[in-house]
């Protein structure tokens, strides 16, 4: 019979974490995250969500002549900000289940 009150505390501890989980995956959409390129010239903001929210560019970077220059600098910004914008959600999502998921048996959530 001690496995019945067990369970049942299991169960309350999975269903707060998943309250947290989805309060937390509100919260990431109003936190952001900063990628630059080309020494600060370029810089470009994502939320926690991945979504790209702001771009800025310096205007001394910005010549009609090298405009594939620019167009590779933004594509690095973009891509520094979505890299961080995913480790922010990884890790405050890792603050959600880091007390409860060791102590399930069996329970293998990607990138865990």
Do not use: F, W, Y
């Amino acid at each position: 019979m001690a496995a019945v009150p067990n369970m049942s505390g299991m169960m309350k501890q999975i269903q707060k974490m998943q309250e947290r989980m989805t309060q937390v995956q509100e919260e990431l959409e109003h936190k952001t995250v900063v990628g630059d390129a080309g020494g600060g010239m370029v810089k470009a903001t994502a939320n926690g969500k991945q979504r790209l929210t702001a771009i800025a560019l310096e205007k001394e970077i910005i010549n009609p002549d090298e405009r594939e220059m620019l167009e590779d600098l933004i594509l690095a910004a973009v891509n520094k900000a979505i890299e961080e914008s995913q480790k922010l959600a990884q890790d405050e999502m890792s603050k959600v289940t880091s007390g409860l998921l060791p102590n399930i048996p069996g329970l293998n959530l990607p990138g865990m």
